[in-house]
Nanobody, 124 residues
């Protein structure tokens, strides 16, 4: 399994970026796809996840939008109104769906596969 994240960069506060994560080697539609981020000196934190519906961290709700294209095995994270506190390495992750009664996981330990990360830097 390989998850390849891209789209990070340097942007001014208030700007936008779109991250993409292309998956290979797995049955994409059988996985919940998520984004996490890790700032220097901080723990990795949940940002957003999507299967049939989306879930967001409170800190990004209303500014970030997660989406997926199962035909292209790709998950996206559209980030608008970026703030300096959004600066972090962003990771995409995949969690296998183990039950029809699945709950979208919020903990990094519940994800099975990880991408290499892409740096997002928001200047003030």
């Amino acid at each position: 399994v390989q998850l390849q994240a891209s789209g990070g960069g340097l942007v001014q506060a208030g700007g936008s970026l779109m991250l993409s994560c292309a998956a290979s080697g797995m049955f994409f539609s059988s996985h919940i796809m998520g984004w996490f981020r890790q700032a220097p000196g901080k723990e990795r934190e949940f940002v957003a996840a999507v299967k049939r519906s989306e879930k967001y961290a409170d800190s990004v709700k209303g500014r970030f939008t997660i989406s997926r294209d199962d035909a292209k095995n790709t998950v996206f994270l559209q980030m608008n109104s970026l703030k300096p506190e959004d600066t972090a390495v962003y990771y995409c992750a995949a969690a296998r769906i183990r039950s029809v009664y699945y709950v979208v996981p919020l903990e990094s330990t519940e994800y099975d596969y990880w991408g290499q990360g892409t740096q997002v830097t928001v200047s003030s």
